[in-house]
């Protein structure tokens, strides 16, 4: 799964998701296998630069590993085959969402302005 998502503030943040049980096998494949395997999901990330990685996670270290850390979170909730995990999933997160202190959380998140409001992930 991959796509774009307005962050609301002018910028758009890119995401792409796999199953947890797959993820070391996307990383022994490498970033250029990343880079097809995403393109082929959504090639308008075509313009993207993927040899600035390493730069652009020693930048956002911190952001990235909050994110990260969430991202594997919600992945047990929304990528899973569990059936008792659809009901609270499918009927709680969109009321929730739409809270305004959790989705200014959430833009904060996918903004990249969430330093020093999840401290203790580090």
Known sequence: MAGFLPTGTGGVSLF????LDRIDHVLARGVE??????????????GLA????DAFEAVRRRQARFYAFGAR???TVFRN??????W???????????LPWVRGRALDVL???????????D
């Not at 296998?33 to 075509?46: G, K, W």
């Open 73 to 75: 979170a919600l992945n």
């Open 16 to 19: 792409w998701s796999i199953r």
């Open 33 to 46: 296998a990343f880079r097809d395997d995403l393109l082929s999901l959504a090639p308008r990330a075509e």
């Open 81 to 86: 085959d569990w059936d008792v995990m659809a």
């Open 50 to 53: 993927f040899t600035s990685l």
């Open 88 to 98: 609270p999933r499918d009927r709680l997160m969109p009321p929730v969402s739409r």
């Open 111 to 121: 903004a990249g302005r969430a330093d020093g409001l999840f401290t203790s992930v």
